[in-house]
């Protein structure tokens, strides 16, 4: 990827509801945004996740994107087809 963009990469909010971007600043805790970076982009990368409202949680590097893609299944069947916000998080931090 890196190769194509000349730049840092990272792979995030495919696991998000767009539809529901209205709705994060109601939530008790901040919803979860799941991504995978090149070091060059983590920084970048979890500024703009905490700027849309979300928790960032980093999967890894590039090798894991494709897990990041993996996933698109879970959220919607945790939501049974329905647009949800997930949380992923430590013990307390809830």
Not at 19 to 48: F, G, K, M, N, W
Not at 67 to 72: G, I, K, P, S
Request: net charge neutral; proline share 6%.
């Amino acid at each position: 990827m890196k190769s194509f963009t000349g730049g840092p990469v990272a792979k995030s909010f495919n696991l998000n509801f767009a539809v529901l971007y209205d709705q994060i600043a109601a939530q008790r805790v901040r919803p979860t945004s799941l991504y995978a970076s090149d070091d060059d982009a983590r920084q970048v990368t979890e500024h703009l996740i905490t700027d849309a409202g979300y928790a960032p949680v980093r999967l890894g590097g590039l090798d894991k994107a494709r897990a990041v893609e993996d996933l698109l299944w879970l959220p919607g069947a945790a939501g049974h087809g329905s647009p949800i916000f997930y949380r992923f998080a430590a013990p307390g931090q809830l």
